[in-house]
């Protein structure tokens, strides 16, 4: 699968908000969001603040957050776009839903990872087992009550050494929960409504594609 090689901090500027691609460096005084907090290039720091965009520009920027929140290129976030318009219910929601529930985000949710690269890197590893199975597909749907947790010859990598003390501090979201005495997460639930809070807003994504 393809990656979006472009420098993070640059895609985050591009579409003007932290998008949590930077791990720990995303509160750091030294985020270049915080420091050049306007759209990479020669001309950024002249570019007209408060701009209007054609509904076209609004509705693409949206996707766009949305695909480089999650690592997606164009071809595979389409395909979710498709599979949310099928299920039943909001399709906006559903979307939202399809996409916090692949294993790598998941992983990120947990605490297990800083990163969304850094979870699927992980997955790919072949560090994460779900249900006690090595899973190393990241773009895999976790299902309501599937058990993610790290194999056990894993844990003997410094990464999780280091990672593992942290995970005390961790709050997960309502529809999930994380013990981390046995260092491992269970998906209790699907994400409600109140759960699908983000920086993009996915009415605009599913208008881009009914256009």
Do not use: C
Not at 65 to 76: F, G, P, S, V
Not at 105 to 111: A, E, F, P, S
Not at 124 to 131: E, L
């Amino acid at each position: 699968m393809g990656r979006n090689l472009e420098p993070k901090s640059k895609q985050e500027r591009r579409e003007g908000v932290n998008l949590f691609l930077k791990g720990e460096k995303n509160t750091s005084p030294k985020n270049p969001m915080i420091k050049r907090p306007y759209p990479p290039g020669m001309h950024g720091p002249n570019l007209k603040k408060g701009k209007r965009q054609s509904g076209y520009g609004e509705r693409l920027r949206e996707k766009q957050k949305a695909k480089k929140t999650y690592r997606l290129l164009e071809r595979e976030f389409h395909r979710y776009f498709v599979k949310a318009g099928k299920m039943a219910g909001n399709t906006s929601e559903n979307l939202i839903k399809l996409l916090e529930t692949r294993l790598d985000n998941v992983i990120y949710r947990l605490g297990f990872a800083d990163s969304r690269d850094s979870a699927r890197q992980l997955v790919n590893h072949g560090h994460i087992t779900v249900n006690s199975k090595v899973l190393g597909i990241p773009s895999a749907n976790v299902n309501v009550g599937n058990i993610i947790g790290i194999k056990p010859s894993a844990m003997v990598n410094k990464y999780w050494q280091d990672r593992l003390p942290k995970l005390a501090k961790v709050e997960t979201p309502g529809w999930l929960s994380l013990n981390a005495v046995e260092f491992n997460g269970k998906m209790v639930s699907l994400p409600a409504k109140d759960d699908l809070v983000s920086t993009f807003d996915p009415t605009l994504i599913i208008e881009f594609y009914s256009r």
